[in-house]
């Protein structure tokens, strides 16, 4: 029997518990993981196979050094999920020790420094690809495309090849945006795996929706009036290409659908989509692409609580003034 006493609280009726809502999100992943392994073949199967098992040895090295054991009746996924959404948000041709950089500041800084499993305050694989992104940028752009795009390339994980820069994808089909057909990251490109693990995660009830739509929403409705204030002009296909091979439909449900670090309550999640919209569309000509992604995501992390307890304090007050009109 573990050392530890404590119990899940016997008022506690459901079946959604952490492992539950993990194991869901691991499977609304697949059809993401699956489409990289096609596109990139053998390396990129190690990367994400590389990421996930660094994670959990970093989480439970951490555990045991701090001398934190989880619960006997809890079985913990959350490194293992987090893992893989850090590892879907590589370039394909991303060395090992990139990934393991961002595995580490990922686990050890946002994740076990605040408590562990469901006590971070921010989306620890999100801050551990901003983290890359910002201290190593030419390291994550391993764009593979073409006759270098070859399946069975494995001196990618090991070296470190020429920074790609990649072009517009004005030209690309509806059909190559829809199935992730174009150099881009392993996991973000298909919109259509994207949307079927969204639609999963819907279903089975461990997403909220209120942030992602009204992301989206914001994104959609103001992305024209941006356009027209920068460059004088907007065209109908740049808002597609950009809504579906930016990576805003990968941000909208795996990260500002999580249940830990987002706001709980409708007003507030609603206004967080709409803030996190806002700070892309103003930051996108001035910073790289991801880090206008993620940025704007790890800032309403951060703001999540805060918004929760207005939220909260509002709605109070509004039942005790209708209380009061009653009488």
């Known amino acids: 029997m573990s050392g530890d006493n404590r119990q899940l609280a016997p008022f506690i009726h459901t079946d959604k518990n952490a492992p539950y809502i993990y194991m869901t999100f691991l499977a609304s992943l697949v059809p993401c993981v699956v489409c990289g392994i096609f596109y990139y073949g053998i390396r990129a199967a190690i990367l994400i196979l590389f990421c996930m098992a660094m994670f959990v040895l970093s989480d439970n090295l951490c555990m045991r050094f701090t001398h934190r054991r989880t619960s006997g009746d809890y079985f913990d996924l959350s490194s293992l999920v987090e893992g893989l959404l850090l590892a879907l948000m590589l370039p394909p041709d991303t060395t090992l020790l990139t990934a393991l ?110 942030s992602p739509i009204s992301y989206l929403v914001t994104l959609i409705v103001l992305y024209p009036v941006v356009s027209i204030l920068q460059t004088k002009s907007f065209g109908f296909d740049g808002l597609v290409v950009y809504i579906m091979s930016s990576g805003a439909v990968f941000v909208a449900v795996f990260l500002l659908g999580d249940l830990t670090t987002m706001p709980s309550r409708f007003a507030s999640g609603v206004f967080a989509g709409v803030v996190c919209a806002i700070l892309t569309l103003v930051t996108k000509p001035f910073l790289s692409p991801m880090v206008s992604l993620l940025a704007p995501v790890l800032a309403v992390n951060f703001l999540s609580f805060v918004l929760d307890f207005f939220s909260k304090t509002l709605s109070r007050r509004k039942i005790r003034s209708r209380e009061v009109d009653a009488l």
């Open 101 to 210: 950089t961002a595995v580490l500041f990922a686990s050890v800084i946002t994740k076990q420094m605040f408590g562990g499993a469901g006590s971070n305050i921010i989306n620890p694989a999100c801050a551990g690809r901003l983290c890359i992104e910002l201290i190593m940028p030419s390291a994550v752009q391993g764009f593979s495309y073409g006759e270098s795009n070859s399946r069975f390339t494995l001196m990618s994980l090991i070296f470190q090849g020429e920074p790609v820069k990649l072009s517009s994808f004005d030209h690309l089909s509806f059909l190559e945006l829809i199935t992730g057909n174009y150099p881009g990251l392993i996991g973000t490109t298909c919109f259509v795996c994207i949307l079927i693990g969204g639609v999963f995660l819907t279903l089975k009830g461990t997403m909220r929706l209120y």
